[in-house]
């Protein structure tokens, strides 16, 4: 009986045929290439409020490009950290009860802010209670 398709044995590292060394080392440096360039930038710092230094808790930290969905807010100490995509150069800092902050980001990783308040905004803010008789 024959055999309809011959089949070789496949080995990676066949000495005999030096091409396999070249393709295996050209998909190695093209693998780690795209992976070097595809890394995000981590950015980091504090908010704070400028008239006495206090941190800021729950400040919105957001990407200004539209079509990117990326954001986060500070935590208890008024620490934030955001992950962007390469491209991206200003950030978004807002919080209810101060004036917002467009922040270029340049090549800068550690990124302090002070907000500072915006009197105005306060007016907008409406408290109801469930349950009160009038």
């Known amino acids: 009986m024959r055999k309809i398709f011959p089949m070789k044995k496949l080995r990676l590292f066949n000495v005999k045929d030096p ?58 100490d008024g620490k934030y950290t955001l992950s962007i995509p390469p491209g991206v150069k200003t950030i978004l800092v807002s919080s209810i009860g101060f004036a917002s902050q467009e922040i270029t980001i340049g090549n800068q990783t550690l990124i302090d802010i002070a907000l500072e308040q915006d009197i105005t905004q306060l007016d907008e803010i409406v408290v109801t209670a469930l349950g009160v008789e009038r």
């Open 19 to 76: 091409h396999r060394y070249r393709v295996l080392i050209l998909a190695i440096f093209c693998f780690a290439f795209l992976l070097g360039n595809a890394q995000d930038k981590v950015i980091r710092g504090t908010v704070t409020d400028i008239q006495n230094g206090e941190p800021l808790i729950g400040v919105t930290v957001v990407v200004k490009d539209a079509r990117l969905n990326i954001g986060t807010m500070t935590d208890v």
